[in-house]
C-alpha cells in the first residue's frame, strides 16, 4: 500500500477494534454528499456479530494514537461469504436521506414558515432523528449568509429531509463580490465524541493554504483536465455574455422567479461567473494531507503554469490496509450527485 509506516490504521466497530486482517477505503465525494466506507474483513467469525446500523469508525493514526476518528458512520449493507464480510458504512447523514428515510410533506397546514435553514435542521433531527440518542451532532451547526428561510416551502408529495436541505442550500450563495461568489455545501465535523452536521462557505482562493504540494514535497503524480465552462446565461428576460470567451461560446438557462430583468440579469452574472471559476479539474496522488477537510486551499508548486497555484480541495480517497495508507485527491471539480444507492 505505502513504505510509510508512520500510519497504523484501524477499524472499530461497535466495540470491537480491528487492526489485522482489514482493508478498505473512505471516500469523501464532496458537493454535500455522505462520506462513505467500504471495507473488507477476513475474520470468519465476524460475521456473526450483529452488525446492521453498528457504529464504524475508521482511524489513520499518523506517529500516535488519533483521539478523531477521520471517518465515523454506521453500517448500512453487510456482504458476508465463507472467507470475508464486506461492508459498506455511511456516515449518520444517511438518516436523512432516500426514501427509506425520515420524510416530510409540507402543506400549508404542516410547514416551517419563519424557520431559518439551520434551525429547521435542528428542530427535525431533533424532533425525528435524536429521539433517544444523540445520532447526528448540532453542536457545529450554524446559518449561512445570506440566511436561506423555510417560509413557503411546499412538497407536492413526501421528501427526504435532506434532499429539501440540499435544494435550499442552492440559494446559499454569498456574492457580496460578484465576480468571486461563493457556495456553501454539508460536511460533518467529528468532535471525538459524535459526528456533527455543519454548513461550509467555500474559501476564497486567495486565502493561506492549508497544504502545499510538489513533487518534493508530498506530490506523486497528477493529471488535469480543463473544461469549456459556459460563458452566456439566458433566463428571466435577461441575456449576459461573459466578456471573454477564449474557447468559444457555451450557454447555459437560468430558471426562478424573478421581480424584474434586473433581478434576473444579477442572477445570470453570479451564476456565469461561478461556472468560470476553476475550469482545471485536477487529479492528485499523493502522500500528505489526509486530515485536511473539503474546501480546503491546496496549492500546487509545480512547473505547469497553467494549474500552478491555489485550488479548493473538492474530494478526497484514503485506501487502507495493515500495511499503510493511499491518498487521492480532485482539486476544484464538483462530483455529480449520485444514486443513495451505494454497493460493495
Keep these: ?33 455522505a462520506n462513505t466506507c ?28 488519533d483521539g478523531v476518528p477521520i471517518f465515523r458512520g454506521l453500517i448500512k449493507e453487510i456482504k458476508p461469504n465463507d472467507t470475508q464480510t464486506g461492508l459498506v458504512a455511511v456516515d449518520p447523514r444517511m438518516l436523512i436521506t432516500g426514501d427509506t428515510s425520515e420524510l416530510l410533506h409540507l402543506t400549508d397546514d404542516d410547514n416551517y414558515d419563519g424557520y431559518s435553514l439551520a434551525g429547521f435542521l435542528q428542530k427535525i433531527i431533533e424532533e425525528k432523528i435524536n429521539t433517544k440518542k444523540t445520532l447526528i451532532g448540532l453542536d457545529c451547526l450554524r446559518d449561512t449568509n445570506p440566511i436561506v428561510t423555510m417560509n413557503n416551502e411546499r412538497t407536492k408529495e413526501p421528501v427526504s429531509i435532506y434532499s429539501l436541505i440540499i435544494k435550499k442550500l442552492k440559494s446559499a450563495v454569498d456574492d457580496a ?53 459556459a460563458t452566456r446565461a439566458v433566463g428571466g428576460g435577461a441575456d449576459f455574455t461573459f466578456s471573454s470567451e477564449p474557447r468559444g461560446s457555451v450557454s447555459k438557462k437560468i430558471s426562478g422567479k424573478f421581480k424584474d430583468r434586473n433581478e434576473a ?14 475550469t482545471d479539474e485536477i487529479s492528485l496522488q499523493v502522500n500528505k494531507g489526509h486530515y485536511i477537510g473539503l474546501g480546503s486551499i491546496v496549492r500546487l508548486d509545480i512547473d505547469e503554469e497553467d494549474i500552478k497555484g491555489n485550488h479548493r480541495l473538492t474530494s478526497k480517497k484514503i485506501a487502507f490496509d495493515e500495511s499503510g495508507v493511499k491518498l487521492s485527491m480532485s482539486l476544484n471539480k464538483k462530483p455529480l450527485i449520485l444514486s443513495d444507492f451505494i454497493s460493495i
Excluded at 446492521?52 to 475508521?58: A, D, F, G, Q
Excluded at 452536521?197 to 513533487?215: D, R
Design 38 to 65: 467500504i471495507c473488507t474483513i477476513t475474520d470468519p467469525h465476524f460475521q456473526n456479530y450483529k452488525l446492521y446500523n453498528k457504529e464504524l469508525k475508521v482511524y489513520l493514526n499518523y506517529g500516535a494514537d
Design 265 to 278: 440579469r444579477i442572477e445570470a452574472i453570479s451564476d456565469i461567473f461561478l461556472n468560470n471559476r476553476e
Design 1 to 33: 500500500m505505502t513504505e510509510n509506516t508512520y500510519y497504523k490504521p484501524r477499524l472499530v466497530i461497535g466495540d470491537k477494534e480491528i487492526t489485522k486482517g482489514m482493508s478498505g477505503s473512505v471516500t469523501f465525494s464532496g458537493n454535500s454528499q
Design 177 to 229: 463580490d460578484i465576480e468571486k461568489p461563493l457556495t456553501y455545501f454539508i460536511d460533518m465535523v467529528d468532535d471525538g465524541l459524535k459526528s456533527n452536521i455543519t454548513f461550509l462557505k467555500e474559501k476564497q482562493l486567495t486565502e493561506t493554504p492549508s497544504l502545499y504540494l510538489g513533487f518534493s514535497n508530498g506530490l506523486i503524480s497528477y493529471t488535469n483536465n480543463r473544461r469549456v465552462p
